[in-house]
């Protein structure tokens, strides 16, 4: 299950954008942990009508100095337990939270079901300016983030293209999403699952169509942002480790998600690897090949200002040719991104036995270092 992290200044809409989630989930249940600064916990008010038991309340401080990752596990096992039925967890922080500390507790925490699903930084375009000003740590945060709403853009219409443009000099590649009222897509956060409840694993066709709720039809036609970029990709034959590592290392500025899965073929003949990339983080998840599977590769690539047709042209050279023999260290590079599980630390006892193989792995990568 994602978690993701809801920062910004005081004021810049980070509650008005989780009421947009929650009403344009597509079919997904958020669960959300809400964290004012105040005694008087105004923001949890604001969702708790939408959310209902599925909120938790954090009052009077800093999410991130009041509580340790250990604490924090105790908040997300409630939401992530699976009778509670939630796809996705949002932490929307109090206007004066370190978000870095927050995504260094998400990265401790010892719970098995859950993921970092990115930092979002929602900007106020208004007072952008002056809140530079009076809180230089501002551009830190920016420089951290996974995705970047800049909001309010209809107060600021003549100063938007300088204020974006000031934004995206301010991060590090991270997408620059336009917003008006906090109306962002939520497929840039997290996957809009079906109302009905789903049977067995997802299909490529789960992977990339919108579906469910107000997912269908026209019901983007009320969105005031800038459209997102999409790029389905399939491969029947299987990729190259080192070729795809490459490729991830050097994704552009932009590209906020990567979901799906990869047929590393001679290279792990026992399993696929189940990829989720959101910003500079990544995991790699492997699952033994079932019977029925069909091997292949299929990716989804979401973000904004995307060239497609470049990315799809890269995507394709990352295929191996189905090579009958495979590079002994050529998995090095994946492994350091798959977490430590049995699965896991089967995959590194067996390239241990290896002659000669010693790989160096993370099994903690931080997002802010690894890529």
């Known amino acids: ?33 809400v964290n004012d600064f105040g005694a008087i916990e105004i923001d949890a008010l604001a969702v708790a009508g939408a959310l209902g038991d599925s909120t938790v309340s954090l009052g ?45 507790m998400l990265l401790a925490s010892e719970h098995p079901g859950i993921v970092y699903g990115g930092l979002v930084e929602v900007v106020d375009a208004v007072e952008f300016d002056d809140t530079r000003a009076k809180h230089p740590e501002i551009d830190r945060h920016l420089s951290l983030a996974d995705l970047v709403v800049v909001n309010k853009l209809d107060r600021a219409a003549a100063d938007a293209p300088r204020v ?25 956060l997290f996957d809009c ?19 469910g709720g107000e997912h269908s039809g026209d019901a983007h036609a009320d969105h005031l942002h800038a459209a997102y970029d999409s790029l389905s990709f399939e491969s029947d034959s299987p990729l190259d480790p080192r070729r795809l590592m490459a490729f991830l ?11 799906g899965y990869v047929d590393f073929g001679a290279h792990d003949s026992r399993n696929r690897y189940a990829v ?35 990315l799809g042209k890269e995507l394709e050279a990352c295929r191996d040719g189905d090579a009958p023999h495979a590079d002994e260290r050529g998995m090095w590079g994946v492994l350091r991104y798959v977490q430590e599980s049995e699965s896991g630390q089967e995959l590194n006892q067996e390239l241990d036995q290896q002659p000669g193989s010693e790989p160096e792995l993370d099994p903690d990568p931080d997002p802010e270092l690894d890529d």
């Open 164 to 188: 974006l443009g000031l934004v995206r000099s301010l991060t590090d590649r991270a997408a620059v999403v336009p917003a008006t009222y906090g109306r962002i897509d939520p497929e840039f």
């Open 60 to 104: 009077n401080g800093c999410l991130c100095c009041a509580v340790d990752a250990s604490e924090l596990d105790v908040y997300l096992e409630r939401l992530a337990r699976p009778s509670a039925g939630i796809d996705v967890i949002v932490i929307e922080a109090s206007g004066l939270a370190e978000p870095e500390e927050l995504v260094r």
């Open 276 to 310: 989720h990339a959101v910003g500079r983080f990544l995991r790699f998840y492997p699952e033994v090949w079932g019977s029925g599977d069909t091997w292949l590769t299929q990716l989804v690539l979401i973000g904004t200002g995307l060239d497609l047709p470049a």
């Open 249 to 259: 290392d050097s994704r552009p500025e932009g590209l906020y998600r990567i979901k």
């Open 193 to 211: 699952r079906p109302n009905e409840e789903r049977v067995g694993q997802l299909t490529f066709d789960d992977l990339h169509e919108h579906t």
């Open 1 to 33: 299950m994602p978690v993701l992290v809801l920062a910004g200044f005081l004021g810049s809409g980070k509650t008005t954008l989780l009421n947009h989630l929650l009403h344009r989930s597509g079919g997904s249940r958020i669960g959300a942990i």
